[in-house]
């Protein structure tokens, strides 16, 4: 394994049944506004909250449970929109807290926006439109007049670095800020394996086919529901041909050439670092 993820809630236990009450102390709480957390200021910024943020004028009330650090156990807490924090807290991204809070502590804050993101839009069931409730036994919400279970959706998409002699495949989507490039990413679909996946959405973007599929690790994506599988792959052949929908351009790349690429929190630039390190 070459890739450790910055967004994984690894060091968090899941235990279940979570406990029917919220305590008031002895627990930590990440503070949530739509796809925001709130911070501390200062030298050492935290997302933990040691209070329970009731109190808060804009508490919706609605909390959910994280997981336990060690013996702790962590909650998300919903704040409305308009929702102004005490002195010494701000609102952040999760991808701005990159670098400003340990990632542990950024891996539960992404945690935190997409539980409570979850929680939001389950209130009521998919298919007979009743109202849900939460279960306790596990991360669902269930529906007691359809008996259906909604778990959190998770959206798994391949990402692949291609090489080419001493050259790596780049390619740009119209939705990147100017100049960026990185590596071909996609979903998956119903009925596909990853490496059909990884195949398919390569051949689709910049039509050219590729060999040698390695894993390469894998990273929780929450922005809001991805979950990205990181591959290298080498060119086995074809002209690179783009889709000019996905992809507005795509080329190879020397390392000593390199076009802007994402920034340090992505599996796409732990690709590509780490192929720059090998080269
Ligand atoms: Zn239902």
Not at 11 to 30: E, H, N, S, T, Y
Request: glycine share 8%.
């Amino acid at each position: 394994m070459v890739y450790t993820a910055k967004l994984s809630t690894g060091q968090l236990a899941f235990l279940f049944p979570v406990p029917d009450a919220i305590p008031v102390r002895g627990a930590l709480w990440v503070v949530v506004r739509k796809n925001e957390v709130a911070v501390t200021d200062g030298k050492q910024p935290t997302i933990f909250c040691t209070e329970k943020p009731e109190v808060l004028p804009g508490s919706s009330g609605r909390m959910q449970y994280l997981g336990h650090q060690k013996t702790i156990p962590c909650y998300a807490a919903e704040v409305a929109a308009g929702t102004e924090l005490p002195h010494g807290w701000e609102y952040s991204g999760v991808r701005e807290l990159f670098g400003r809070v340990p990632d542990e502590e950024l891996a539960i804050a992404a945690l935190a926006v997409q539980i409570m993101d979850f929680d939001r839009t389950t209130r009521f069931c998919g298919r007979c439109g009743a109202k849900t409730r939460q279960l306790r036994t596990e991360r669902a919400k269930f529906c007691s007049d359809c008996n259906l279970i909604t778990y959190p959706r998770l959206s798994p998409a391949i990402i692949v670095l291609v090489r080419h002699g001493d050259k790596i495949l780049l390619a740009r989507s119209p939705h990147f800020p100017a100049g960026l490039h990185s590596t071909i990413a996609g979903f998956v679909e119903p009925g596909e394996n990853l490496e059909h996946a990884v195949h398919r959405e390569v051949f689709e973007e910049v039509g050219i086919t590729v060999k040698n599929i390695c894993y390469f690790g894998s990273e929780p994506w929450p922005f809001p529901h991805s979950f990205m599988i990181g591959f290298v792959a080498d060119y086995a052949g074809g002209e690179i041909t783009i889709d000019n929908h996905e992809i507005v351009s795509a080329e190879w790349f020397h390392r000593d050439n390199l076009p802007p690429i994402p920034s340090p929190l992505s599996i796409s630039r732990a690709l590509i670092d780490h192929w720059v390190e090998r080269h």
